[in-house]
């Protein structure tokens, strides 16, 4: 429930109260202290940025071990552009390879190679140590429960779903 104070002119912006403020500071920092812990985490012990590793988790749930990339791209919450490079980088590191789309001429599949998923499994036991260590161990399970449904609804209120929407992966 919003309860910023409104302004008497309605092109005057809805300044954020001294409290959301507060709010919206801490969710920053701890997003990008986050964010720095665990791609510095995994560029230490695997060799990649965090979101690579995102990618390669996402093939390794998919059936097959494989996504058309603009599946991945929707799915990881990033540009098709931006997808492309990481591919491409993770196919010199033999982790993952690219198929052309039977049923589309234009599309393409990632697939995790075999060697992606040894790596998964070499790197998954330190990368959730990190996860656990910098979020779930500092809070409660209420805490947990709460922070979970916060982060759905912001998503979910970023993800339009009418037509013309402006998303990384459409871009």
Same mark, same amino acid.
């Not at 940025?49 to 996402?58: E, T």
């Given at each position: 429930m919003n309860t910023a104070p409104t302004s008497a002119d309605p092109r005057e912006p809805r300044w954020l109260t001294a409290e959301e403020q507060r709010v919206w500071r801490a969710y920053i920092d701890a997003t990008t202290l986050l964010e720095d812990h665990l791609d510095r985490q995994l560029?230490?012990?695997a060799g990649m940025?965090? *979101?690579?590793?995102?990618?390669? *988790?996402?093939l390794a749930e998919a059936p097959d071990r494989r996504l058309r990339m603009t599946e991945l791209a929707m799915s990881a919450k990033i540009t098709r552009s931006r997808l492309s490079h990481a591919v491409a980088r993770l196919e010199k590191s033999g982790w993952v390879r690219r198929e052309d789309c039977p049923s589309d001429k234009r599309g393409q599949f990632a697939v995790l190679t075999d060697e992606g998923q040894e790596m998964l499994a070499r790197h998954a036991p330190g990368h959730v140590n990190a996860v656990r260590q910098a979020v779930f161990d500092r809070l409660t399970p209420e805490q947990q429960k709460s922070l979970g449904e916060i982060m759905r609804i912001v998503a979910e209120g970023l993800q339009p779903s009418e037509a013309g929407a402006d998303l990384p992966w459409l871009r």
């Open positions: 560029q230490r012990d940025p965090h *979101v690579y590793y995102g990618l390669l *988790v996402k």
